[in-house]
């Protein structure tokens, strides 16, 4: 079964160890935010830290795993249409419009939608990781300059990934406007079963 976060909203679900994820991208240029926790610990979580140490590469793509904060496997990549994603970036939060974009109205974000549906998980706004931006097109220069690009995924594009041990996992619609080139789109979700 397909489920659909609506623009500017999350969910939060759990996924047995062999379950795959689909995350798909209907209306093309949107963004998902992904989080991970442990189903049995939840002090072990995503990292983005070790992922990009053990990947060797700022590039996360088909092929390679997110890691946890201790170091063990949590999702493998096994496709990915688009091939464009971000695991620098922090999930946006009410300060990012604020201090970055000098936006002083409640704006809602990434940040607020994994943290209020990971609640019934007992997941605290503090335990919300660096998020792993599916879909998300961040540039950078020889001087190290950042840059947020429109996402490059089309109508469709999706990413399937196999969890590697139980998971509790936190997914977006994007609400960053400069993150989804000024319109804000829903994301799917579907979960298929690793029995």
């Keep these: 079964m ?16 062999g379950d795959r994820l689909k995350v798909i991208d209907p209306q093309g240029e949107q963004v998902s935010d992904i989080v991970l926790f442990n189903a049995e610990d939840l002090r072990e979580k995503l990292s983005s830290g ?8 700022i590039l996360i793509t088909k092929g390679h795993h997110l890691w946890s904060n201790r170091s063990r496997k949590m999702m493998e990549i096994l496709e990915d249409t688009n091939g464009r994603n971000d695991f620098l ?18 704006h809602p974000s990434c940040f607020e939608n994994l943290h209020t549906n990971l609640s019934k998980y ?20 020889p001087d190290g300059t950042l840059s947020v690009d429109p996402p490059l995924s089309k109508a469709g594009d999706y990413m399937l990934l196999e969890a590697k041990m139980d998971l509790i996992v936190g997914l977006t ?19 298929i079963s690793g029995e």
Aim: hydrophobic share 35%; aromatic share 14%; glycine share 2%.
């Design 122 to 141: 007992g997941i605290a706004p503090d335990d919300i990781p660096t998020a792993f931006n599916i879909f998300m097109n961040v540039q950078f220069s």
């Design 89 to 106: 970036l922090a999930p946006c939060s009410p300060e990012t419009f604020q201090i970055m974009y000098k936006n002083p109205e409640y």
């Design 2 to 17: 397909i489920n659909t976060i609506e623009k500017q909203t999350g969910a939060a679900f759990r996924l047995r160890k």
């Design 50 to 57: 070790k992922t990009l140490d053990f990947e060797e590469t």
């Design 173 to 191: 619609a994007c609400s960053a406007e400069q993150s989804n080139n000024y319109a804000f789109k829903p994301i799917q979700y579907e979960i």
